[in-house]
């Protein structure tokens, strides 16, 4: 693939050291990057997956979520690229999916069957310690990363890390654990609110998603604050949970 | 030594909290699993003692629970006095680690911290028991010495907070891994799915977030199903809880 335009990269690092300086949702902060890196790496969706407390690779943020990625997060608890990359604190780029069935026998032919053809993932590192991965999927063949494209995606994975240490660590003096467990904990509480906003409006848990950002956009929210109102005080934003 | 794998690490908890003796014969239901549970992390973390808060409807209802008498002081002095790691614990969502009650925690904390100081605590650990937004309350670790957990004790901390979680939910002292749990190490087993579900039972039937993930892992025991596959059902539109159960 060609390589990440200059311009585009520098615009994409000053939005991101804008987002930085005020205080901001953690996971909202985690969907700019994933959806900044896709729009760079050709639109291919990108997603954030962090360790909790017992090494399993939860899923954070994507550039487009949908059930059938969020499955594809989810496997690589047990197998694949992102389980790699977090083992060993390095990149794996340019896994071409038909050629991993022995590699990877669950992750990769689910991955074909949703229509991708190579993926690449990164460690997601702070300091010595490894706490997550950066997945990158692409449907094309041509979806070869060359080695700057490597050290740009692994500089913004790198900022992600940075990013979670930044939430409150700086105001509250908080350790990297309680960073983390506050992280999993709020990316919870969206999928909690996905569901009841999916009942109440009698639709897909996609469809429910797509209605609280769109909901979060139109009334300048963050979506933490909103999934946590619509989990607690369903009645008191009927705009998102009437039938 | 924590265990290699989710479920070793709950078998590991479940075995500690079985170790511990009900101090009282008449003492039973979750009051008893809970004093055991704070028994257990106060003797595996080399604390001087573990305490439990269960708090309802945002407000601080100090219903508490702790390994031995002075550490229930010290878990009600939160209440009391209406600060605290606890109390932070709780609001934020998160953990609150505080490997050395010195200065910064003086300040944070200006009539609490000088208080437990005086008792000889010198580190307070407090965990947060929740699942999402479904707060239940907060597990409170006490040292006599300052110092931080070290990774295993903070992942074997955490892994009591999720026992007592369980715990609390079912709402009874057995405390083993029961049918609900076993998707721990399921790696295709959806964990978003699960937390789909529990809001969708908890607008079905018209109750709290914790309420419905209780109805659902009662669902999935009567049935002898896993609780991923009852969350599954529910997400796919082939269970309501709202409508009579077969």
Known sequence: MTTVSAQRLARVFVEIADTLVDEFDLIEFLQLLAGRTADLLDASPVGLLLADQHGRLEFMAASDENVKLLELFQVQNQEGPCLDAFRTGTPVVNADLQQAAGRWPLFAPRAVQAGFRSVHAFPLRLRAERIGAMNVFSSHVGGRLDDTDVEIVQALADVASIGLLQERAISRGERLSEQLQGALNSRIVIEQAKGAVAQSRGVSVDEAFALIRAYCRSNNLRLGEVAHTITTDLASIPDLTRP | MVGETVADRYAQVEALIGRELASDDDEHGVAAGMRRLCGAAGRALSASGAGLTVMADGGLRGVTAASDAATERLEELQLTLG???????????????????????????????????????????????????????????????????????????LTFAEVAVSTLLDGHDNTRVGVADDWLDDPLGSRAELFQAQGMVMVQLRVSLAEAMVRMRAHAYVHDLRLYDVAADVVARRLSFDTPQP
Do not use: K, N
Not at chain 2, 120 to 137: D, N
């Open chain 2, 83 to 157: 600060e605290g790691p606890c109390i932070d614990a709780y609001g934020s969502m998160r953990p609150v680690l505080i490997p050395d009650l010195g200065d910064g925690a003086m300040a944070r904390w200006p009539v609490y911290a000088p208080a437990v100081h005086a008792e000889g605590v010198r580190a307070v650990f407090a965990f947060p028991l929740q699942i999402g937004a479904a707060r239940l309350g907060v597990m409170d670790v006490f040292r006599t010495e300052a110092g931080m957990l070290s990774p295993d004790e903070l992942t074997l901390a």
